[in-house]
């Protein structure tokens, strides 16, 4: 496997598209941590989770999971799309395509970030707001 190394210029988009994703991630912390008091011992949460009960209830401290796991996901496949040569491609990559290809494996891989971004804000949305309007023994 002897790909060409190119680095690639990010263009507006690509740095917006990264930039998004990790504050929508720290906005999730943030708004963990400081709902986090006000919510009750148990909350409902929208994932599957070991001490999840029969009910959909958990302890809050699983709210930090989603974020924590998330963050650490997005960062690398952050670090990853830094390298597209080591991608795997369908078609044989050589000088003629390697921008090409290499610029949409890492707009592929931006866009799969911000995803994950939102879905990490979008289940921590859910969870404190019903965790703020649930019932103290569930």
Known sequence: MNRPKIILKKTRLDKS???LTFFLILVSI???SI???Q???KIPIYFNWPTKDQNGFCSKDVLWAGPIILGLLAFGIFK???YPWIFNYPITI???NA???YRIATQLLRWLNLLLGL??????LLSLSDGLKAPLNP
């Open 94 to 96: 050589h000088e003629g």
């Open 17 to 19: 598209i990264e930039l």
């Open 119 to 124: 879905l990490c804000i979008i289940l921590v």
């Open 39 to 41: 919510l009750p011992q």
């Open 80 to 82: 990853l799309n830094q």
């Open 35 to 37: 709902f986090f008091s």
């Open 30 to 32: 943030i708004l963990i």
């Open 99 to 101: 921008k090409r290809q």
